[in-house]
């Protein structure tokens, strides 16, 4: 059997579920645990944030990998060429 294939986008998914079990915090998205307040001290809070903007990059490195975008700034994917060369992004004309 083969050993699986190491993902960054798992390993900082296995990040996030240590903070919240080390932390005795309830198990969901760092985005949702910081709206919502799931997080007892402000020294969490700020770990949260700061792995939110580590997520932010590492989901941006990997949509640029995977779709071999033209242009990615500040998180908003910007479709400058098409992948066909049809005048349609992926999602239609």
Do not use: H
Not at 11 to 38: K, P, T, V, W
Not at 40 to 48: G, M, P, S, V, Y
Not at 51 to 76: E, S
Not at 85 to 91: H, L, N
């Amino acid at each position: 059997m083969s050993k699986p294939k190491f993902t960054l986008i798992d390993y900082m998914c296995d990040i996030l579920s240590n903070f919240q079990a080390i932390n005795n915090l309830e198990s969901m998205c760092a985005y949702d645990s910081l709206i919502g307040g799931n997080f007892k001290t402000e020294e969490q809070r700020r770990w949260l944030e700061r792995y939110c903007d580590v997520w932010d990059d590492v989901m941006i490195r990997d949509c640029d990998r995977r779709f071999n975008l033209d242009r990615i700034k500040k998180g908003r994917v910007l479709w400058e060429n098409t992948l066909d060369g049809t005048g349609s992004d992926i999602y239609g004309p």
